[in-house]
């Protein structure tokens, strides 16, 4: 037990010893290789829209319809392709951001 714990929300990359950092929750791909890395969930992502902007632009089929579509994107940096599976393969698809915010409230 340490008597003490300390949380901190951020969406940026952060050197984990540097900052004295024990455990690190985060979404997504772990490219550094040095990091003991355990999945503690699965989570899935979604496609939404408001039925006003499916009338208009129609509903997307397959991922691939995602590129003629415009894009509101939760991300840190620039969004030029969002992950889809397809048959339990993973593949990116382009996409046209015309907005995007690293807090999904923004959204």
């Known amino acids: 037990y340490m008597g003490y ?6 969406n940026h990359d952060i ?6 950092i024990d455990i690190h929750l985060t979404g997504g791909r772990i490219d550094d290789m040095n990091l003991i890395v355990r999945r503690l969930v ?3 992502m979604v496609v939404c829209a ?15 319809d995602m590129a003629r579509h ?3 994107s939760y991300s840190p ?3 030029t392709h969002l992950p889809f599976e397809t048959d339990g393969q993973p593949h990116d698809v382009a996409v046209h ?4 915010a690293n807090d999904a409230a923004a959204l």
């Open 97 to 100: 951001s015309r907005m995007e």
């Open 42 to 44: 699965r989570f899935d």
């Open 5 to 10: 714990v300390s949380l901190n929300f951020t």
């Open 15 to 20: 050197d984990l010893i540097e900052e004295g």
């Open 70 to 72: 415009d894009v509101l």
């Open 77 to 79: 940096m620039p969004t």
């Open 50 to 64: 408001s039925p006003a902007y499916w009338a208009q632009r129609g509903i997307p089929q397959v991922p691939e």
